[in-house]
């Protein structure tokens, strides 16, 4: 590039090659455009009150040789006003004199033009007038050669003054196919050319835009930060004359380089509010309205007011070079100082939400609307773009409506984090769901599943002045014990909800409460041990404890506009879970009882059968059981089997539950049949006794982390009571009702009541002894023939007695003859069920004994 077209007559670029150097440095250091992360926002995160002067000292501080004056003349909007004058006061000396090359080579180094203001006079239907203030001086020690210092100021001396008449400048754009940038008219001016005289400028010239394409086509290389310098080539007729001495009209023609570091960013703007709200439209429609305030620091000696514009808001759409309209804007009039803040009022009217908007984009699982809210709601900088109208006012001079409307700005908008904008999130009425044994990998049904009411407390941003109603929520989260995670609860189906809002007390926001019912969520248990910790507590500690909980929830919401979807809200709560009542004592209020009991099969060691049982759930939780299998236990050992499948597990009294179970106390060894032996026994004599309950590794099918997890507790409770018949309480818990002693033929008969509903129990072997008074021996009874004791009550047949004779319970036989008493007995009996056949002994007592000859 030639010499001539680096030589933008302003001060700067009449620097030394030292200071050139250090230009070239500031250009590959300094960015195209400014970042505006650190933009202060509305909502109410501020940058320091010096910002203004901030900026301004990061000019001042500068590496640079050149006096203050100089450094303002540094600034490109100052520069570029006075482009245009710069080019007349260098040409006008350069062909005043005789010596041309030497004194245009002073002119380029010595001028120095510092623009003091530039100020919009008015707007025209073809341009506009503005006013220019600047000061002119010559400066001789900033040219380096000592002998063309010595030439232009002996030439300028002599000169004292030169001046032009009407002058009328094109600027265009070289690197542009030479497209016209605009037009200006410079009145007739007068310069002082003496060594260290000072010529005050001051006149108004008429600007008239040029190609609105190369407009354009500038605008988006700086909006993108392509444009890494900017070439400007002025050209016009300069008549010039020296006091009443006619100079001629030259045709002149120079060129301006502006390189990156001094085209100006856009500059950093505050949002100082921001406020949306509903407001009624034509046709009993309903519109939203954003009424935003800007504030700006203009740090430029530029002087304009702005007219009313009318702009278009545009969002991103699914491919880079679309945009999709979303509102129409209008600013207020703008009035710009020099080195002031400047103040800007924006209204945006929402009309309708386009369907393109919302519409998911192809290959994606998002929506324009979607992204543009994500970065929104996790604090980044929202880009919207902002074009002038196509549609502007009638008062808008078409020449602004076509440069306005053939660029598009961007404008970062300040996002705002909405971490904890969902709070108090609670969970009660809750309902658990075992997996499904027999579902695929991956199915849903194959995870406990949790359902319950949701109610969830949401802050609403203080800008957030419209009707919304959440209709739907579903949500991804992860549950935490301790800091410790748990699991994951997974709410991919849509889940109905409803809200509603809650105005603030003075000075606080208001809130929006959300209720919803959550149906068969699935809880993905992760930690085993963490889980185990969570089901002991519960179990034994007797106490609440409190899950966190940490969620991504997407939201249906309707507002006035229609239907939105903000996905990805954070959410953050914590779900207090209740004890079982009590604690340990707790589980002492199962009460099982057994109202209906069937044999299913038998085998020589085992038999299977069926029974309907009453439980009470101390719990304030229900439950669904696809299917659950557990071991029987007593005193350590397995003594057999009990299964339930598809049983809803409700609160208090649970009737009539389908249980399967398989009694094998021979699987446990000879100890096993010894304690199940014991234990039936004991049963069968009305001792206080007990079974565990106990989940193993295979209790749920295909869950063998659950399983594993459940396996490591157990329950002790009662064994379940048998629904026999009676009419007291008395009378129900004895297998034998009474007895009849008959004397003369030395036998007696039994009444039995059978536990068994549809079966037939065979006796086969019986010893027994009858005492009376707990201690006194009446006599003996062996009977080797088996008999039967069918369902319900039954007789047995005569069975023979070996009486005691001459003992004292002998005697009160006698004595009772024709009457009752109360006798114990002690026996051992051979039972047989089926192909199962098992020893077993009895103690019973009170038990009442007629006497009859």
């Known amino acids: 590039m030639s010499d001539d077209e680096r030589s933008p007559l302003l001060a700067e670029a009449s620097s030394s090659s030292k200071n050139k150097g250090a230009e070239r440095h500031s250009g590959e250091t300094t960015p195209l455009l400014s970042s505006t992360a650190e933009t202060p926002r509305y909502d109410g995160e501020h940058d320091d009150p010096n910002t203004a002067g901030s900026i301004r000292s990061r000019h001042s501080q500068t590496p640079s040789t050149h006096p203050p004056n100089e450094q303002k003349s540094r600034r490109w909007p100052s520069a570029i006003a006075m482009g245009i004058l710069g080019l007349i006061v260098v040409a006008i000396i350069a062909l005043a004199f005789i010596v041309p090359d030497a004194v245009q080579e002073y002119a380029q180094q010595a001028a120095v033009l510092e623009p003091t203001n530039l100020s919009l006079d008015s707007i025209t239907t073809d341009g506009v007038k503005a006013r220019i203030q600047a000061k002119f001086r010559l400066d001789g020690s900033r040219v380096q050669n000592d002998h063309v210092r010595r030439i232009g100021m002996a030439t300028t001396w002599i000169a004292n003054s030169i001046g032009t008449e009407e002058t009328k400048v094109a600027v265009s754009l070289p690197e542009y196919n030479d497209a016209l940038l605009g037009t200006a008219v410079v009145p007739p001016l007068t310069i002082n050319l003496r060594e260290g005289y000072t010529t005050d400028l001051d006149f108004v010239t008429e600007i008239s835009p040029g190609d609105v394409e190369g407009i354009r086509s500038i605008a988006n290389e ?11 080539k002025g050209a016009t007729d300069l008549t010039l004359k020296s006091g009443i001495i006619p100079l001629g009209t030259h045709n002149i023609v120079e060129s301006m380089v502006f390189e990156a570091n001094k085209i100006p960013a856009m500059p950093a703007y505050n949002i100082t509010r921001l406020n949306v709200k509903d407001v009624p439209s034509p046709g009993d429609k309903i519109s ?12 430029y000696p530029v002087e304009l007011d702005v007219p009313e514009l009318a ?15 979303v509102a129409d804007a209008v600013t207020s009039e703008v009035f710009v100082k020099p080195r002031a803040d400047v103040e800007v009022e924006v209204h945006g009217l929402i009309r309708e939400l386009p369907e393109s908007l919302t519409h998911v984009c192809p290959n994606t699982n998002s929506s324009p609307l979607d992204l543009l809210l994500k970065q929104y709601m996790h604090g980044e900088p929202a880009t919207l773009f902002v074009r002038g109208s196509s549609q502007p006012d009638g008062s808008t001079p078409p020449w602004i409506a076509d440069i306005l409307s053939s660029v598009t700005l961007p404008v970062p908008f300040p996002g705002r984090s909405l971490d904890g904008l969902l709070r108090n999130f609670s969970l009660t009425d809750v309902h658990f769901t075992l997996p499904d044994p027999w579902a ?12 319950g009411n949701v109610l969830v407390t949401a802050g609403l941003p203080a800008e957030m002045n419209f009707g919304v109603n959440v209709t739907r929520v579903r949500a991804a989260a992860d549950v935490f014990y301790k800091s410790k995670k748990l699991g994951e609860l997974n709410l991919k189906k849509w889940q109905h909800a409803n809200s509603t809002k809650v105005d603030g007390k003075s000075g606080e926001e208001a809130t929006l409460k959300i209720q919803s019912r959550i149906n068969d969520a699935p809880l993905n248990v992760t930690d085993a041990d963490v889980f185990s910790e969570v089901v ?3 179990m034994f500690g007797g106490k609440p404890i ?3 909980i940490k969620a991504a929830v997407d939201v249906k919401v309707v507002t006035a506009l229609g239907q939105l979807i903000i996905k990805d809200v954070p959410a953050e709560g914590k779900i207090p879970v209740k004890p079982l009542s009590g604690g340990k004592d707790s589980l002492a209020q199962l009460v099982p009882k057994v109202r209906s009991l069937k044999i299913l099969d038998t085998s020589a060691t085992s038999i299977t059968l069926q029974a309907l049982v009453n ?10 059981v696809p299917y659950f299998d557990v071991h029987v236990m007593s005193n350590n050992t397995v003594l057999g089997r009990a ?24 699987a446990s060894g000879s100890h096993g049949r010894h304690v199940g032996r014991e234990l039936v026994s004991q049963y069968l004599s009305g001792y206080n006794t007990t079974i565990t309950v106990k989940p193993h590794r295979k209790s749920i099918p295909g869950q063998d982390i659950l399983s594993e997890i459940l396996s490591r507790f157990n329950v002790t409770v009662p064994t379940p009571k048998l629904d026999l018949p009676g009419d007291t309480p008395d009378e129900r818990s004895h297998f034998i009702r009474d007895a009849t002693f008959h004397f003369l033929s030395s036998t007696a008969t039994f009444t039995l009541v059978s536990p068994l509903h549809y079966n037939t129990v065979y006796i086969d072997f019986v010893n027994a002894t009858a005492l009376y008074n707990h201690t006194e021996t009446i006599g003996k009874i062996i009977h080797e023939l088996p008999f039967q004791a069918p369902p319900g009550k039954s007789t047995t047949p005569r069975l023979p007695v070996e009486w005691s004779v001459g003992s004292v319970g002998y005697d009160a036989v006698r004595k009772a003859l024709g009457g009752r008493l109360k006798l114990d007995a002690h026996a051992i009996v051979d039972i047989r069920l089926g192909n199962w056949k098992e020893e077993f002994w009895y103690r019973g007592q009170g038990i009442g004994a007629s006497v009859q000859l």
């Open 222 to 232: 700086w909006l993108e930060g392509r444009l890494d310098r900017l070439r400007l």
């Open 288 to 299: 939203m309205v954003a009424e935003v305030a800007l504030s700006a620091y203009n740090e």
């Open 311 to 325: 702009f278009d808001i545009l969002v991103p759409g699914c491919d880079d070079d679309q945009y999709i309209i």
């Open 440 to 451: 695929d990998e991956g199915d849903p049904n194959a995870n406990p599943k949790v359902s």
């Open 536 to 538: 002991q507590t519960l």
């Open 546 to 548: 409190q899950l966190d």
């Open 615 to 624: 439980i009470t759930n101390p719990t304030p939780y229900t439950a669904s």
């Open 643 to 666: 299964t339930v499948e598809h049983v809803d597990v409700v609160k208090g009294v649970n009737s009539e539950i389908l249980v399967t179970a398989k009694w094998e106390p021979s």
